[in-house]
């Protein structure tokens, strides 16, 4: 029987190596096209250092190609994504990586992302793509929005919680993976080693995703610290007992539940696509943990995980192998 096919475009950026190198290696389908405007014409397997005999096409190619496919994955800028999606809808199932379709305003767009979003229909149709808050939906979606990578830390974290109607302050370390390849200033290694800075306080891209998926106010601080990989959300509030709240992950596969919050780190989750939460009570105050790895559970692992939803194969189909790349 033959497997379902599958086409990545994006595919030479962070998220678009780790993602080609899970769909290589995936048992349940066929890596069939992969995009890159700067590795077209190149072997796949020079750049994810796996055997493989798929070449890079041009994005314009690649887009020609992906229609024939089960599935594409967009793991483009969401500028880029916003304009291919119509393209492929109808034809194909979409996973988009980018913030493109995750927000249900389309007057959002143009504050958190910098561009106008001009198919609000598309938004309405977008199913947000975090498994464990929304399982039931994806099975069925035709355009799978996956959530970001802090987005998804901060709400694991929150979601058992998030009914109860408190304030939440939320501040959270990110590698430096999470700003993309793209080479900048900023982002190179004299800028960035032995130092740790707060960016974007109170007006990330993914705030107003955290906050429409928990239905809740979060003060987010995202923080840039000198590794590669990982992302530790550290969320505050006042509450004097959590209960049975987190029973609610007991049966999930990528969930892990710490003793407290001190007993989550990025060593727990780093290659892995799995989520790690701890919570500590002292009085009226309340502090849950998260880490998860920013490029797998946070972006291509969980696309994955929206993959076998959408394609109806096991859920963890695929992801049990370790991963470092970068």
């Not at 796996?50 to 994005?59: F, I, Q, R, T």
């Amino acid at each position: 029987m033959q497997r379902p096919t599958v086409a990545i475009l994006g595919a030479s950026g962070y998220a678009g190596v780790e993602l080609s190198r899970l769909i290589a290696l995936h048992p349940g389908v066929e890596l069939a096209v992969a995009g890159s405007d700067r590795w077209a014409s190149e072997p796949i397997a020079s750049r994810i250092g796996l055997e493989h005999d798929l070449h890079y096409l041009a994005p314009a190619r690649a887009l020609e190609h992906a229609v024939a496919c089960s599935a594409v994955f967009l793991a483009t800028p969401a500028e880029i994504s916003h304009d291919y999606v119509p393209q492929l809808v109808g034809k194909t199932k979409v996973i988009d990586l980018s913030g493109a379709f995750r927000l249900r305003d389309a007057a959002a767009y143009e504050r958190h992302y910098g561009f106008v979003h001009r198919h609000p229909a598309l938004l309405a149709e977008a199913v947000y793509g975090l498994p464990e808050l929304g399982r039931a939906r994806i099975a069925g979606a035709s355009l799978i929005a996956n959530p970001g990578c802090y987005a998804t830390a901060i709400q694991l974290a929150i979601a058992p919680l998030a009914k109860l109607g408190l304030r939440w302050v939320v501040d959270a370390v990110s590698g430096v993976t999470g700003a993309g390849r793209k080479a900048t200033e900023a982002m190179s290694f004299a800028e960035v080693a032995n130092d740790v800075r707060a960016y974007r306080a109170l007006r990330h891209q993914h705030a107003p995703e955290i906050e429409q998926g928990l239905g809740a106010r979060v003060a987010f601080v995202p923080h840039l610290v000198p590794i590669a990989r990982g992302i530790l959300a550290t969320c505050h509030a006042q509450l004097g007992d959590v209960g049975s709240a987190y029973a609610i992950y007991k049966d999930e596969p990528f969930i892990e539940l710490g003793r407290d919050a001190d007993d989550v780190s990025l060593h727990h989750v780093v290659g892995t696509n799995r989520c790690r939460i701890g919570w500590t009570v002292e009085g009226d105050d309340l502090v849950v943990t998260a880490a998860i790895d920013n490029l797998v559970k946070g972006a291509a692992g969980q696309a994955v995980q929206n993959l076998n939803l959408a394609l109806g194969l096991p859920e963890t189909m695929g992801l049990a192998l370790r991963s470092f790349h970068p």
